[in-house]
């Protein structure tokens, strides 16, 4: 825990004091503290709260196009602001990739050839540390560009040379003015988007829709050739039938009359519901090659100003028409957009224009298809959208898109008519165009504990606009490099019974009990004087061999009881800060970053020292119920060893079970889980437990495709079924044991609740681990293994168990009078039956799936 953070007093819930409960003195305060600035960023002041309208003019950098821009937003209208607090600044800190700067490389003593070259190297290097400063790269850039203009060099296709040429290309994008304003809300990350806007979800492509509607469209760095973009209008294309050829995206193939993104733009124009639409531009934070390939594409040239951000939310749109046209001559569905509010001046008027509201208009232009010169007309009547004059627009018509003075070559401008029209909007309104903080009032008065899946979304910052996800398990922290602002609810701690009997069945498909037939089940056996546990041992190829198990160890209401117990860890726990991360599972640092769908972090020995580098903590500061957990986990395992023998053993090693070394601390808000994954990493010991807090949970593990198991085939594709699944409860421990699960298994979790934990302990051999090879890359072999050496101490002495640990010792001899234990069982079977029989009523599953449920619920306990 932070010392220099006072712990956030969280209210002690009864189960019914909960409902409803009123705030106290100490209730809802969110915590809007700054944090502490760091040297090196622009020193913006992110104290005065935003007040003014939205378009107001704001300072701005020469080239804004280029930089990271953080200027605090003026806001649009008055907003609900959240209580503010003053106080210490929040533990919350930034990745350290976050505070890197590029260093410059010097131009003396070099050629240019070989400083811009450096530079590029640079480049490939400092965007995946999300680099802040590119004033030199720029420079370089221009002169090399010059030099190629001057002397009338042919370009080349290297990567020097496409760097420049796309710089020669990007510089009608940098030459346009600035904006007028800075959008209410924007984001470097994608996916950072998508968790604040339910709107749009979309991690790919351009629409987003949802229940047969298109409800967001980003206007990205690929552009058609006839896309238009201007301060109220926007027409693109309704997605679908294109591919990127080149550096463009180009249509190629006819979309169909049904087409089914079609088809979604229509109903949302048909129903008046507005869309929220995005710009993006060519992203600093890409990857190297996308970085440059968006260079060499259109930078949303047709933006009418340059854009500040990677994303930036343009606001609320209505849908005028949807329509099929030819492009690159195949069959295109169009969309036309108009700004839902066109009193307000938008921010993204280009600097120097004076907005002036357009009035709105009737269309006139209509024309119906009728025969021409023998050729049979559809009869269908269209708006005349292009200057060219009127076309039929009907895709299945003879007379589609044709017209005396267009042969399907050149270029074809949309009607001026068309392009001016204004139309008064209809629809609902769509709300503000930044989504409002969530307040821990909210959680009062919905009896919501904070951990559903509404607090999974992401925020925009107040201070700067930015759109930031919930990466932290306390609190929300602006993903802006430069701003400090962090956001924390006021959660109540939920009493362990009310987070078991919250839990839910889950979806019958995927979430049940189940044994394969390969698996051998062992009849229940007990460990120590309260424990009893099943071994499954699983099947393995019959040619290359292998032996594993999972076992389930279960915990009851006796255990989870007793002093010490989960029931108090786990509310300890919700207390403790742990530090809790949703860490990068796909291109980190990044502009398609996409982090997982829980929360971790690691102490002890670091493990996964490639991915989580740096983000491990020594067990000389992980909070009591870590080291509680690690000390039950190893004492069930002994025990378990002492009956069984582990696995590594009957291959007739001499390994012995392993002291674990290592504890990953998991917390699961509602619908989070840890999708397939093996714990096979070479640094590994072959036992792997985790203890279960909270919710119940699914734990799945099937065979991987490459495995031939007998009897298990590949179901579908590429994925073969869950030979077993197991339900982890309160309490409950799962060890698998051996090393050839992980080589021939994959497994993953899903959370049935609104707050679960696990805790998983392994062994770490320390004198295995190995730095990321990218951070020895260049270092000579002595120094690199000076450094190798120096990491495998420090990974030792994390490790150690700090002084007093004994206290949290653990002998398994917890006693607890016997009928409250009856009770409890009864009540949470009750209870499970209850909600089969729910949802029996409520028509979600059939008789004979209840009964199914039933029965094989019944088996998991
Ligand atoms: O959440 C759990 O119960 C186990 C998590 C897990 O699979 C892991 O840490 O590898």
Redesign the pocket.
């Known amino acids: 825990m932070d010392p220099n953070k006072p712990p956030v007093k969280k209210q002690k819930l009864n189960e019914l004091g909960f409902i409803g409960q009123p705030a106290t003195e100490e209730s809802p305060v969110p915590d809007t503290t700054p944090r502490k600035r760091r040297s090196g960023t622009a020193q913006v002041d992110y104290t005065e709260p935003p007040t003014s309208p939205t378009s107001a003019p704001v300072e701005k950098s020469t080239d804004s196009s280029f930089e990271v821009s953080s200027e605090p937003v003026k806001q649009a209208g008055p907003r609900k602001s959240a209580p503010q607090k003053k106080g210490p600044a929040s533990s919350a800190k930034k990745s350290a990739s976050k505070r890197k700067a590029v260093e410059a490389p010097s131009p003396q003593n070099t050629t240019l050839e070989q400083y811009f070259t450096k530079k590029v190297d640079d480049v490939v290097v400092a965007v995946d540390n999300k680099p802040m400063d590119y004033e030199d790269f720029k420079e370089v850039k221009q002169q090399k560009a010059i030099q190629a203009e001057d002397q009338d060099e042919e370009i080349d296709d290297t990567k020097l040379g496409k760097v420049v040429k796309a710089y020669l290309l990007s510089r009608e994008y940098l030459s346009k003015p600035a904006p007028v304003g800075q959008p209410e809300a924007w984001a470097h990350v994608r996916q950072a988007l998508c968790d604040t806007y339910k709107a749009f979800q979309a991690l790919q492509g351009g629409t987003y829709r949802t229940a047969g509607k298109a409800c967001g469209l980003l206007v990205n760095t690929m552009v058609g050739d006839r896309d238009y973009f201007d301060e109220d209008v926007i027409i693109t294309t309704c997605g679908g039938g294109r591919s990127k050829v080149g550096d463009k995206m180009i249509q190629n193939s006819d979309q169909k009359p049904d087409d089914n993104f079609a088809k979604c733009w229509m109903a949302s124009m048909e129903s008046n519901t507005a869309v929220i639409v995005i710009a993006g531009k060519l992203s600093l934070n890409s990857s190297p090659f996308n970085f440059i390939n968006n260079l060499l594409g259109q930078c949303n040239k047709i933006s009418p100003c340059k854009l500040p951000y990677a994303f930036n939310v343009l606001g609320w749109y209505q849908i005028t028409n949807v329509w099929t046209e030819l492009r690159n001559k195949f069959k295109t569905w169009c969309v036309r957009l108009e700004r839902v509010n066109l009193e307000q001046q938008p921010w993204y008027m280009p600097e120097g224009n004076d907005y002036k509201p357009k009035p709105y208009t009737t269309i006139s232009s209509s024309q119906t298809c009728t025969d021409v010169l023998g050729e049979k007309g559809c009869g269908q009547t269209y708006e005349a959208i292009f200057s060219i004059g009127w076309l039929c627009l009907n895709p299945s018509c003879k007379r589609f898109f044709k017209h005396p003075n267009y042969n399907g070559d050149g270029t074809l401008t949309y009607a001026s008519d068309f392009l001016e029209k204004r139309t008064p909007f209809t629809g609902e309104d769509p709300g503000p165009v930044v989504p409002p903080l969530p307040e821990s009032e909210d959680l009062i008065q919905s009896s919501s504990w904070g951990t559903e899946k509404a607090y999974l979304k992401g925020i925009v910052c107040p201070r700067c606009r930015c759109c930031s996800r919930r990466l932290e398990w306390a609190e929300w922290a602006c993903e802006n490099p430069r701003c400090d602002f962090t956001y924390r609810l006021n959660q109540p701690v939920i009493p362990a019974a009310l987070a078991i009997s919250d839990t839910t069945i889950g979806d019958p498909a995927n979430l049940r009990y189940h044994v394969d037939d390969q698996v051998i089940k062992s009849k229940p056996m007990t460990l120590g004087p309260n424990y009893i546990y099943y071994a499954y041992e699983l099947p393995f190829p019959i040619d290359g061999g292998g032996y594993g198990r999972v076992y389930h160890i279960k915990s009851n209401g006796n255990i989870n009881k007793a002093a010490d117990g989960p029931n108090q860890m786990f509310e300890e726990m919700q207390s403790e800060d742990f530090g809790l991360k949703r860490n990068p599972v796909r291109n980190a640092g990044k502009d398609i970053e996409v982090v997982t769908r829980?929360y971790?972090a690691n102490y002890g020995a670091p493990y996964k020292f490639g991915v989580l580098q740096g983000t491990s903590k020594p067990f000389s500061e992980a909070p009591p119920t870590t080291l509680k957990a690690l000390k039950r986990v190893q004492w069930m395992c002994e025990e378990l060893f002492k009956k069984e023998g582990n696995v590594e053993d009957h291959k007739s090693s001499p390994s012995q079970l392993k002291e674990f070394n290592e504890v990953?601390n998991?917390g699961?808000f509602e619908t989070c889980r840890?999708g397939y994954?093996d714990?096979g990493e070479s640094t590994l010991g072959p036992t792997?437990a985790?203890l279960?807090f909270g919710a119940s949970?699914t734990?799945s593990f099937r065979p991987k495709n490459k495995s031939k198991i007998p009897g298990c085939k590949s179901s579908g594709k590429s994925h073969k079924g869950d030979i077993l699944r197991i339900i982890?409860q309160h309490g409950d421990i799962?060890v698998m044991d051996g090393s050839d699960v992980q080589v021939h298994y994959e497994?993953?979790?899903e959370?049935h609740g609104r707050l679960?934990y696990?805790m998983?302990c392994r062994h770490i051999k320390i004198d295995t681990i190995e730095y990321d090879p990218k951070v020895l890359k260049g270092l000579p072999k002595k120094e690199a293994r000076a450094k190798a050496n120096e990491l495998r101490e420090t990974a030792a002495k994390a490790a150690l168990m700090p002084e007093g640990h004994e206290r949290f010792d653990y002998d398994g001899n917890e006693v607890v009078p016997e009928p409250e234990e009856a009770q409890d069982s009864k009540a949470y079977i009750k209870h499970c039956l209850d909600k089969i029989k729910a949802r029996v009523t409520a028509g979600d599953i059939s008789k004979e799936t209840a009964i199914a449920l039933v029965n094989e619920f019944m088996e998991s306990l």
Do not use: E, G, I, Q
């Open positions: 829980h971790s990953l998991v699961y840890m994954h714990d792997v985790s279960s949970a734990m982890l799962m497994h993953k979790v959370s679960r696990a998983t």
